[in-house]
């Protein structure tokens, strides 16, 4: 199958800033199901800090005062254009917050499956004709090609492939979310597993799955049309109701709202300034990572002539990290981090990323390094060996909403709409108060 007409996303600022000055929320909000749908493709900015939540949040704003939508009597209308837009950078700060919770226990099922079946029944690995997008299935041929040719795919169309994946393949999960986090430009762990898992049915009050109606609808079509298999034995041709009677096993009504990661899961936090860094250091060696790839990077603020490296990781790099899954980063990632790291004040290494901080560091003279809070627990790690050798101090980023990470404050994250009935009064209210400014 050929890709379908999507060109790969360039990496750096120029092209982020690009595709954050022709966002649209209304249109978002009126298509953004449909897979030629006014999607910004913002994902793989934010995901490497290119641009931050707070950036984006803040041109969405812009964008309603441009139009007159900052005004109090119109700000109510204002937030119905671009609520839907809102709510999905919000959702990115949900699974930022439940990672830094659950650590690598995003990769374990954090509820029981509502699909009837053990989690034994499901297959490990990966099927061949799905890797190879022989499956003989025009839209799933075209999704896993268009995955794997281009590092991107429309978020409907993501859903359409994990739940063929899971529920029609019965695949573990996690072999789909690994090959997703090898590909894709955005491959967040949390923003990707977390998706997977509400999918799948183990973050969730039941699985989803979908039929041709609804693969017809926001796609134009533009698959059934030359499938061989459409009409004569498609797998999705059928309401849904007949669907999960096919797929699925009756189970019991549980209570789907509570989650808890297993206690080995607890992640290992840095904490900004504690006693190895408790003052920033006179002449610092900046640490860039993969999450702070642009000029919102607090370190790189605070230190704009200072040294800055970035270390490729070759753990990562190789797929042996849970950052990937167990698999090795595909060319066009490192392509787009690279493109990301010309646009910045940095130098670029690769190997142990620890070894290689501490050794620039002695190069240059360093009396300690400075980077930006990271969500991956591989960052913890890594910190945690520098901190042993060299003062480290971590700044925070812009926060897309103030409230704390954890603990006292922190809003409840047992489902989504928990969080957001906290979070989105205090996200517009921000709004409200520019536009009486």
């Known amino acids: 199958m050929e890709p379908a007409n999507v060109p790969p996303l360039p990496g750096g600022r120029r092209a982020a800033e690009q595709r954050l000055a022709a966002i649209d929320p209304r249109a978002y909000g009126a298509t953004r199901n449909h897979l030629d749908g006014a999607v910004t493709r913002l994902s793989p900015y934010i995901r490497h800090g290119v641009l931050t939540l707070a950036e984006v949040r803040e041109a969405v704003f812009a964008w309603l005062r441009a139009r007159g939508y900052g005004?109090?009597?119109?700000?109510?209308?204002?937030?119905?254009?671009?609520?839907?837009?809102?709510?999905e950078l919000g959702w990115r700060d949900y699974w930022q917050r439940l990672w830094l919770l659950l650590g690598d226990g995003i990769w374990s099922d954090l509820e029981p499956l509502k699909t009837g079946h053990h989690p034994a029944s499901y297959a490990p690995d990966l099927p061949t004709d799905v890797a190879a997008a022989s499956t003989g299935l025009a839209c799933i041929d075209a999704f896993a090609t268009e995955l794997m040719a281009t590092g991107w795919l429309h978020n409907h169309a993501r859903m359409w492939l994990a739940s063929y994946l899971v529920h029609w393949r019965r695949v573990r999960w996690q072999a789909g979310a690994a090959w997703f986090l090898q590909h894709l430009l955005d491959g967040d762990p949390a923003s990707n597993n977390l998706s997977w898992q509400w999918l799948a049915s183990s973050f969730s009050s039941k699985p989803y799955i979908f039929n041709r109606d609804n693969l017809e609808r926001y796609s134009g079509g533009r698959y059934c049309r030359h499938c061989p298999r459409a009409g004569?034995?498609?797998?999705?041709?059928?309401?849904?109701?007949?669907?999960?009677?096919?797929?699925?096993?009756?189970?019991?009504?549980?209570?789907?709202?509570?989650?808890?990661?297993?206690?080995?899961?607890?992640?290992?936090?840095?904490?900004?300034?504690?006693?190895?860094?408790?003052?920033?250091?006179?002449?610092?060696?900046?640490?860039?990572?993969?999450?702070?790839?642009?000029?919102?990077?607090?370190?790189l603020k605070a230190h704009p002539t200072a040294p800055a490296l970035f270390v490729f990781d070759a753990e990562l790099i190789a797929g042996r990290t849970s950052t990937t899954g167990g698999e090795p980063l595909a060319p066009g990632r490192l392509r787009f981090l690279r493109a990301c790291l010309a646009e910045l004040p940095v130098a670029v290494g690769e190997g142990d990323v620890a070894a290689e901080l501490l050794a620039a560091a002695a190069a240059a003279g360093s009396d300690g390094i400075v980077t930006s809070r990271a969500v991956d627990p591989r960052f913890a790690a890594i910190a945690r060996q520098v901190a042993g050798a060299l003062p480290l101090q971590v700044l925070e980023p812009d926060p897309f909403v103030d409230l704390p990470l954890d603990g006292a404050g922190a809003p409840d994250l047992r489902r989504f709409s928990r969080y957001w009935r906290r979070v989105e009064p205090l996200v517009w209210a921000g709004f409200s108060r520019s536009g009486q400014g």
């Open 232 to 299: 004569r034995d498609c797998p999705f041709e059928a309401p849904y109701e007949e669907l999960q009677a096919r797929l699925f096993r009756p189970v019991m009504v549980q209570d789907s709202s509570r989650f808890g990661a297993p206690t080995d899961a607890e992640p290992q936090r840095i904490t900004p300034c504690a006693a190895p860094c408790a003052a920033p250091p006179h002449r610092p060696l900046v640490w860039v990572h993969g999450e702070a790839l642009g000029p919102a990077n607090p370190a």
């Open 71 to 87: 005004q109090p009597e119109r700000q109510a209308e204002g937030r119905r254009i671009a609520g839907k837009l809102i709510n």
